[in-house]
């Protein structure tokens, strides 16, 4: 289980209402506590925060508002101690318009960095070089650079220009960056949106149908998997276990599994369809029968995420806790690595930010709220953060959760544990079950181990026949361990073993 940090939101040690690398380091004790085997941080690095650190100025520095290098140091010492891994976020498609390579590149035609980005002339009356749109705006993902007089390409935001990989001289910088981070000690890295690095060299229009998709959702090209082996074989050089896991925004799992290669490009990519999935049965068995067709051994694993940073929580978008508590069963009871967003074992929902307080261009600022720590005036934050508080955060807050025993937060604790304990479930096959309408039910295997995991996903009460000899080792409601009774209430779940 990887546990993803948003700096600015997790926690405060200078108390300037930003969160930063030594508030994280001080509440290291809460995810040892929950269980959690490692972290992965979003962005720290130098930036002029258009998308709130994915335009990175410099890779290789901590951006002042979040600390110091020495800061990370301490954070990464103190979470190694704690046997906790830290991967951190790379963003190898796009850099930020400071960045110094991209001042260079805009200096003149002749610099020799020019061609680190895509540039291209206008035509005659200014037209495009393809029908290419921008994520965040919709608009041309083109910007025209006045002093040169030639477009440059940006998939993002005009402050993020892309980057050109098909130039050595980009990927041998890049990797330099991963050589800097990964003699730091990182565990590795979530590389972000990267199957964008590689580019069709003809950048060819989209299809008319699909001009209005932004394009970094499109572009999928056969040289971008020539770059993953290298940054395997760099990544995996290195002694101890590190980890590339890649963000591969596009829209269908098998455009998603092929960035697994044969083994030898990304150990794991993020599987988002089913963060899209609705809160349904037969929406939810699709998506795991897929993953394991998709996402076999021995070159491929599955993961799992419900929330992150860019999209409305899981919590919110399936509209109760009850739904929040029995797919926490689910994503721990799934075979695959896990990742769950920061809040989510609060049972947090975004928080309702009024437009006078909306600052991302994604406007994805509900799922970022701050972290409530405890029940006080100011959550364990010192002056009022960057961003409204997520709702009701008076009862739902780190302290009072944790005083509560039935808790969703002591519900998380709970599998976490369990999945620790069973090999079954954290290694075990995964088959699906025949079971009523409405309902998941799925066995994981592992040696002696067994584990089933069933979830009515309805608002009626189910009967659902199971094998006697199986008994509650969980209940998503909170109901007592113990004797099965035949039947699951609306959007429970249930873990069950061999009793
Ligand atoms: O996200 C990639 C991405 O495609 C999303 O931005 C998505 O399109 C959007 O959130 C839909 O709401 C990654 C990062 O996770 C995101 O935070 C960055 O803004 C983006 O890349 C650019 O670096
Ligand atoms: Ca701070």
Redo the contacts with the bound molecule.
């Keep these: 289980m990887l546990y993803q940090i948003y700096p600015r939101s997790f926690a405060d040690a200078n108390g300037d209402g930003i969160g930063d690398l030594n508030g994280i380091r001080e509440r290291l004790d809460h995810l040892s506590w929950l269980g959690v085997d490692g972290l992965w941080l979003s962005p720290f690095f130098r930036s002029p925060m258009h998308?709130f650190g994915?335009d990175v100025s410099d890779y290789c520095d901590v951006d002042p508002l979040f600390g110091t290098l020495e800061d990370f140091d301490a954070l990464l010492a103190a979470a190694h101690e704690r046997g906790l891994r830290v991967v951190i976020d790379w963003?190898p498609a796009?850099t930020s318009k400071e960045h110094p390579w991209f001042r260079e590149a805009r200096a003149s035609r002749s610099n020799p960095k020019r061609d680190w980005y895509v540039w291209r002339d206008p035509g005659p009356s200014g037209e495009l070089p393809n029908n290419w749109t921008a994520?965040f705006t919709n608009g041309p993902a083109w910007t025209l650079d006045e002093s040169t007089g030639q477009l440059y390409l940006h998939s993002?935001l005009a402050e993020?220009p892309d980057l050109n990989w098909e130039n050595p001289e980009v990927v041998r910088a890049q990797h330099e960056v991963l050589r800097f981070w990964l003699d730091r000690g990182v565990d590795g890295f979530r590389a972000?949106?990267v199957h964008n690095i590689g580019k069709d060299p003809m950048l060819p229009d989209a299809p008319a149908e699909r001009a209005r998709i932004?394009h970094?959702?499109l572009n999928d090209v056969p040289s971008t998997h020539e770059h993953l082996r290298e940054l395997r074989r760099l990544v995996d050089g290195y002694p101890g276990e590190r980890l590339l896991v890649g963000?591969v925004?596009l829209l269908t799992s098998e455009q998603i599994a092929s960035y697994y290669g044969k083994g030898d490009e990304l150990h794991l990519a993020f599987n988002f369809p089913p963060l899209f999935a609705k809160w349904s049965a037969e929406r939810w068995r699709e998506c795991i029968a897929t993953a394991e067709s998709l996402f076999a051994e021995p070159h491929a694993w599955p993961s799992w995420v419900l929330s992150n940073?860019?999209?409305p929580r899981h919590r919110t978008r399936y509209g109760s806790e009850a739904r929040a508590r029995a797919a926490a069963v689910l994503l721990l009871g799934l075979r695959g690595t896990p990742f769950m967003y920061m809040g989510e074992e609060l049972g947090l929902e975004d928080a309702v930010v009024p437009p006078e307080r909306v600052v991302d261009p994604?406007g994805?600022d509900g799922c970022r709220a701050p972290f409530p720590w405890d029940a006080s005036a100011g959550h364990g934050w010192g002056p009022e953060p960057w961003l409204p508080w997520p709702p009701d955060a008076a009862a739902r807050n780190l302290e009072s959760l944790r005083a509560d025993p039935g808790s969703i937060l002591q519900l998380y604790r709970s599998l976490l544990g369990l999945r620790h304990a069973s090999p079954a479930l954290r290694l075990g096959d995964l088959e699906l079950c025949d079971a009523p309408t409405g309902v998941l039910l799925f066995r994981r295997v592992h040696g002696a181990d067994e584990r089933w995991v069933a979830i009515n996903f309805t608002e009626e009460r189910v009967s659902v026949a199971l094998d006697p000899a199986l008994a509650i080792q969980l209940d998503s409601g909170g109901g007592p361990p113990g004797r099965y009774r035949g039947r699951l209430e609306p959007d429970q779940a249930l873990l069950l073993a061999r009793g």
Aim: no cysteine; proline share 5%.
């Design positions: 998308d994915y963003v796009h994520t993002f993020q972000d949106v932004p970094s959702v963000e925004f940073h860019d999209q994604g994805r």
